[in-house]
Nanobody, 126 residues
Framework: QVQLVESGGGLVQAGGSLRLSCAAS????????VGWFRQAPGKERDFVAA????????YYADSVRGRFTISRDIAKNTVYLQMNSLKTEDTAVYYC???????????????????WGQGTQVTVSS
């Protein structure tokens, strides 16, 4: 079992930045990959970004590529999502999720992630 706790959400103006954190506990010795997803009201949960255990591979949705950066600190069992140049359409609840094993072919599929955090709200105002 892996427990995940997100933090760092909040209210920010368009063009601003936020950094989300996803702290893992429990079975952290497993080589799990971590993804970030987001869900806006009335919409499906969408893939945002993912990173492999080693951190040597990262993946991004087209809508955030070039603005968001995912990284991880293995020693701290924490994954970060740096969000820059935020837009109003980035407003959503952001979830981190963990999975092992990792398959690049299904990196964007929420159903392939077995462990989820409770989510953190990000609101971008115009």
């Amino acid at each position: 079992q892996v427990q995940l706790v997100e933090s760092g959400g909040g209210l920010v103006q368009a063009g601003g930045s936020l950094r989300l954190s996803c702290a893992a506990s429990g079975r952290t010795s497993s080589r799990y990959a971590v993804g970030w997803f987001r869900q806006a009201p009335g919409k499906e949960r969408d893939f945002v970004a993912a990173i492999t255990w080693s951190g040597d591979s990262t993946y991004y949705a087209d809508s955030v590529r070039g603005r968001f950066t995912i990284s991880r600190d293995i020693a701290k069992n924490t994954v970060y999502l740096q969000m820059n140049s935020l837009k109003t359409e980035d407003t959503a609840v952001y979830y981190c999720a963990a999975r092992f094993p990792f398959r690049v072919s299904t990196v964007t599929e929420a159903a392939m992630y077995g462990y989820w955090g409770q989510g953190t709200q990000v609101t971008v105002s115009s």
